[in-house]
């Protein structure tokens, strides 16, 4: 089992930034991967980043060269860092974790997520 709690998310004016922070109830390194996901109203959830225990890092193509996802073992947190917001990033912003208890096994686990308004 893994709790996660979001935390960083607001209101913000075009081209402003935000950090986005996930904090985990457990040892990330133990996971497979951690990334961040959002939905906008009346849209399907989308993976924004992710991050796996091997170092690999994905982005959504709409946020490459804007969005930036890092992690901090010590303090056991995911965060992502997003820069030159536009409208269209407007959605709720969720955290992602991946335990891979077995090779065949994939279990999810979310956080609750927090609002990302860009808007002037």
């Known amino acids: 089992q893994v709790q996660l709690v979001e935390s960083g998310g607001g209101l913000v004016q075009p081209g402003g930034s935000l950090r986005l922070s996930c904090a985990a109830s457990?040892?990330?390194?133990?996971?497979?991967?951690m990334g961040w996901y959002r939905q906008a109203p009346g849209k399907q959830r989308d993976l924004v980043a992710a991050i796996t225990s091997g170092d690999t890092i994905s982005y959504a193509d709409s946020v490459k060269g804007r969005f930036t996802i890092s992690r901090d073992y010590a303090k056991n947190t995911v965060y992502l860092q997003m820069n030159s917001l536009k409208p269209e990033d407007t959605a709720v912003y969720y955290c992602?974790?991946?335990?891979?208890?077995?090779?065949?096994?994939?279990?999810?686990?979310w956080g609750q997520g927090t609002q990302v308004t860009v808007s002037s």
């Open positions: 992602n974790a991946v335990l891979t208890p077995t090779p065949w096994v994939r279990n999810d686990y």
């Open positions: 457990r040892r990330i390194s133990g996971l497979y991967s």
